[in-house]
């Protein structure tokens, strides 16, 4: 499987960014599909999940800001990022494991397959 995401850049505190992440090789209906992130310096964080049966999992952190979509027809995953915040930084990885319990928990160890990532910087 191939994870491409794309949409990160720079933002004022507030603001918003959509990241997407393109997939090929598999389908992301059957796949737990999620977001994770790293800051510099720290150890990389998840960030949310969405099943093949469509249940979402959210960090505490971005409950009420972030939202994770998926397009089935274009085979795509989404984050929405609204209302962003300084410590929201970090380089943001899309992942996926044909594994559904890999939804159960934020853990990076039940993901098998990661992008390369895509940087977001928010300025306050």
């Known amino acids: 499987g191939h994870l491409v995401e794309s949409g990160g850049g720079s933002a004022q505190a507030g603001g918003s960014l959509r990241l997407s992440c393109v997939v090929s090789?598999?389908?992301?209906?059957?796949?737990?599909m999620g977001w994770f992130r790293q800051a510099p310096g720290k150890d990389d964080e998840g960030v949310t999940v969405?099943?093949?049966?469509?249940?979402?999992k959210y960090a505490d952190s971005v409950k009420g800001r972030f939202t994770i979509s998926k397009d089935n027809a274009r085979n795509t995953l989404y984050l929405e990022m609204n209302n962003l915040k300084a410590e929201d930084s970090g380089r943001y990885y899309c992942?996926?494991?044909?594994?559904?319990?890999?939804?159960?928990?934020?853990?990076?160890?039940?993901?098998?397959?990661w992008g390369k990532g895509t940087q977001v910087t928010v300025s306050s």
């Open positions: 992942v996926a494991d044909p594994w559904a319990g890999a939804c159960l928990l934020l853990h990076r160890g039940n993901f098998g397959l």
């Open positions: 090789g598999f389908t992301i209906s059957t796949y737990c």
């Open positions: 969405v099943g093949s049966d469509g249940r979402v």
